[in-house]
């Protein structure tokens, strides 16, 4: 992958010199946009606008195209100067960046910035598409990534009705620091509601939103299956050395050789690929052929 680096001048100095006057934009037209929400970067490569976007934040994963584009930061963890040296037209973001000041920061120097909703359901991400298409001048291309979505979730639709059995799942995400991971699964997110869709259940634990859980949970829970997100299985290097990590070799999952990896991009929004990452997930979920027969 190739490394971009930003060369950065202090906030002052951009000010100082007026590089930035708020001004009307045509954004139907060519313009350059900082994404810092990977929903958002996915949906734009998607409408056909990937060539617009000079710069986006480190979760913006897909397409490929996205990761050998410059990033401005982790979009909690937000970099003001970063993304204004990118000279943006506008900035765009789903309402979860952070530090609170780098949004005043941004307005201060004249930039333009448009927040746009989440995509944590099928109906948002539609709404969300949609938005996006009449914004930048793409309606056609929403619509039409709209109607794909539909007919995608009428084959998820044929292909449930042939599922016998809803095994436990736990999606777990293995994190950059050694020894702490987080459970996905358990929040009614996105990633619980592809599970629903691909005819497994959560696993039953006990979890309030993203966060560290214990050895202890997971041999708890004892989920059938662990879907584990590509960063963390890559990290480890296979399922046999993912099942070392403390209270995962004690469960169902781990003993049965269920242990799959799978792209932590794919589960924790809804988008326009949204039908071909459940029918992964039921590939997964349910091996048996006349389970996916569409």
Do not use: W
Not at 126 to 155: I, P, R, V, Y
Not at 224 to 230: M, S, V
Request: charged letters at 25%; glycine letters at 8%.
């Amino acid at each position: 992958m190739k490394k971009y680096f930003l060369f950065i001048l202090p906030i002052t100095v951009l000010v100082s010199c007026g590089r930035f006057n708020k001004k009307e934009l045509d954004t139907k037209k060519d313009i350059r946009i900082v994404s810092v929400s990977k929903h958002l970067t996915e949906m734009l490569f998607a409408l056909g606008k990937g060539h617009d976007i000079v710069a986006c934040d480190l979760t913006s994963s897909f397409p490929d195209s996205a990761k050998l584009l410059p990033t401005v930061g982790y979009h909690r963890a937000l970099n003001a100067e970063g993304i204004i040296s990118m000279r943006p037209d506008i900035v765009i973001h789903s309402n979860d960046i952070g530090p609170a000041a780098v949004l005043s920061q941004l307005e201060k120097v004249g930039l333009n910035i448009k927040a746009f909703s989440g995509a944590n359901t099928l109906d948002s991400a539609k709404l969300l598409m949609t938005e996006l298409g009449k914004f930048f001048g793409a309606e056609k291309q929403s619509d039409s990534l709209n109607k794909k979505l539909d007919q995608d979730m009428q084959l998820v639709a044929v292909a449930q009705k042939n599922i016998i059995d809803s095994p436990t799942v736990m999606i777990i995400h293995y994190g950059q620091a050694n020894n702490v991971y987080f459970v996905m699964s358990g929040r009614k997110g996105a990633g619980d509601k592809m599970i629903g869709y691909a005819g497994g259940k959560t696993a039953n634990y006990d979890a309030k939103g993203a966060r560290q859980i214990s050895a202890e949970a997971i041999a708890l829970a004892n989920p059938d299956i662990i879907i584990a997100t590509d960063y963390g299985f890559d990290k480890m290097g296979s399922a046999e050395k993912f099942k070392t990590i403390p209270g995962v070799a004690l469960t169902n999952a781990a003993k049965n050789n269920r242990i799959y990896r799978f792209e932590e991009h794919d589960l924790v929004y809804f988008g326009p690929r949204t039908g071909e990452n459940i029918f992964k997930l039921m590939a997964l979920i349910h091996p048996a052929k006349d389970a996916l027969e569409k």
